[in-house]
């Protein structure tokens, strides 16, 4: 089959690409042509053969209907990535077409469900206050009150959030450094919040989410070339990190538990405090209530226990779960609205991918294989299949 692939959408060849970890040259050899017929093909410039477009489909392992759906335009405000500066670039790249596929199930979901309104504190930003730990301590006590937290241990991070209005979900971004991301959407006047699914613990994973919470309040109008600014941007990590600490560990009520700042002291506040004894030594060292020469002898003691790699509780301890996606996409398909086979179709992403980002168990969108070939039809006979009208209102929306 020689003919040319009519309706063909370059972008999403750049989006597949990318989201397999895999440079223009690698899949230009896999592919069995030159790298610069992977760039036309990428830039709209021209449309790939029936006989290479299958090839693609094979390569990258994305339903072949994904190549004809058009790319919503992107979001211009930054995404703040833990470890940006370590990261591999490919990596991002990978998570990134991920937040963006995330978007698109969201938008479909709108078609409905009502979402939680947002409601979430604005604090304002100065660059003045950057280093200034009075403000961290006013800002972890601003965001606490404002959701009604009581004092004590903080609550299920992410029911928070999803709760509040921002969405949360997991993937697996293969990458040692790159523990979780943000980024507000204009489009949908809402933040959206993508965890690593790789290592995190679960108290790990508590202090990333109130980590992006914060850079989702505090810093959502910083513009992107100060954070180009990679000793800037060191700051506001830094100063995320210290919000976040604050706010699961506050002051007064965990210095009144904590019996003895060591190892073992840490350790018995774990479990009730869902904090890992690593947050818990840096938390203490930003209260002064241990010194430079203490916090050294603890951190050489954390790692002769091997407790870099896994603290003790970890394996107990049951990391939080997003629902929001999930149950969505559970209430469309339990109320009759949707069957699975109609949101694959609606959402032709990688089915491993659409699960994973709806926090759903692996086969549950089960699609035919993908490598075998099948006739395409022509552009001008083909129908545009519109989202269903049925709206069904999500539990604890407000009014």
């Not at 409601?119 to 403000?135: R, S, T």
């Not at 070939?373 to 299949?385: D, G, M, N, S, V």
């Not at 519109?386 to 009014?399: A, I, R, Y």
Request: net charge negative.
């Amino acid at each position: 089959m020689t003919g040319i692939v009519q309706g063909f959408c370059g972008a999403r060849l750049t989006e597949a690409r990318k989201a397999s970890g895999k440079s223009a040259t690698d899949l230009a050899e896999l592919a069995g042509v030159s790298v610069q017929s992977i760039s036309k093909y990428e830039n709209g410039h021209q449309n790939p053969k029936f006989d290479v477009f299958h090839k693609l489909v094979s390569i990258l392992n994305v339903p072949r209907d994904y190549f004809f759906r058009p790319v919503p335009g992107k979001d211009e405000r930054p995404i703040f990535w833990r470890a940006r500066l370590t990261a591999p670039p490919t990596a991002r790249d990978r998570a990134e077409v991920r937040l963006e596929w995330m978007k698109e199930i969201v938008d479909y979901l709108e078609n409905y469900f009502d979402l939680p309104e947002l409601n979430i504190p604005k604090i304002e930003f100065h660059e003045e206050n950057i280093a200034d730990m009075d403000f961290v301590e006013s800002t972890a006590k601003e965001m606490r009150e404002f959701w009604g937290i009581k004092p004590g241990p903080m609550p299920d991070t992410i029911e928070k959030l999803e709760t509040n209005g921002i969405l949360v979900s997991r993937i697996h971004v293969n990458a040692d450094k790159l523990d979780a991301f943000s980024q507000w959407s204009d489009t949908f006047n809402m933040p959206f919040v993508v965890l690593s699914r790789d290592k995190a613990s679960a108290c790990r994973q508590r202090f990333d989410v109130l980590h992006e919470l914060v850079h989702i309040c505090c810093h959502n109008n910083v513009p992107q070339r100060r954070l180009n600014d990679r000793a800037f941007y060191k700051l506001i990590e830094k100063q995320a990190d210290r919000i976040a600490s604050a706010m699961l560990l506050p002051e007064y009520e965990f210095t009144s538990e904590l019996y003895a700042p060591s190892l073992d002291g840490f350790l018995t506040l774990k479990e009730r405090w869902g904090a890992s004894v690593a947050s818990m030594i840096m938390r203490c060292k930003g209260l002064d209530i241990i010194d430079e020469d203490q916090a050294t002898r603890l951190w050489i003691n954390y790692n002769r226990r091997g407790w870099r790699k896994s603290e003790p509780l970890d394996n107990k301890m049951k990391k939080e779960d997003p629902q929001l996606i999930r149950r969505s996409f559970e209430m469309l398909v339990e109320e009759g609205v949707q069957s699975h086979d109609e949101i694959s179709r609606s959402l032709p992403f990688p089915p491993k991918d659409l699960e994973e980002l709806s926090d759903l168990p692996p086969g549950t969108f089960r699609n035919a294989p993908e490598a075998r070939a099948e006739p395409i039809l022509k552009e001008q006979f083909r129908r545009e299949t519109l989202p269903g009208t049925n709206v069904v209102s999500f539990p604890g929306k407000k009014t």
